[in-house]
């Protein structure tokens, strides 16, 4: 199972991006898909996540400005980054709770590579 993490990139204060992660793999189930942020210095914190009824959560700073969606059909989680301000500046990564074919109960956490978002003043 590999999670695929794309469209982190430089941005204005202000501006807007869209991350995407594609999980693939030998998957029978995701629960939960999630993104997480680390900027330098700082612990990896929860960003928002989204399970697989569309009920999502979403770090308080980033509530009104950050949408979480997914569709299961592809198995990709997004996340609708607006009115970015520079302390959003950090690697995101995204997260999920998957199921692997042939494993009939429990949950496996995986990881995806990374992306930067920069957000300049």
């Known amino acids: 199972v590999q999670l695929q993490a794309s469209g982190g990139g430089l941005v204005q204060a202000g501006g807007s991006l869209r991350l995407s992660c594609a999980a693939s793999g030998n998957i029978f189930s995701i629960k939960t898909m999630g993104w997480y942020r680390q900027a330098p210095g700082k612990q990896r914190e929860l960003v928002a996540d989204i399970n697989s009824d569309g009920i999502t959560d979403y770090e308080d700073s980033v509530k009104g400005r950050f949408a979480i969606s997914r569709d299961n059909a592809k198995n990709t989680v997004y996340l609708q980054m607006n009115s970015l301000k520079p302390e959003d500046t950090a690697v995101y990564y995204c997260?999920?709770?998957?199921?692997?074919?042939?494993?009939?109960?429990?949950?496996?956490?995986?990881w995806g590579q990374g992306t930067q978002v920069t957000v300049s003043s």
């Open positions: 997260n999920a709770q998957i199921r692997p074919r042939g494993i009939l109960r429990g949950l496996s956490e995986y």
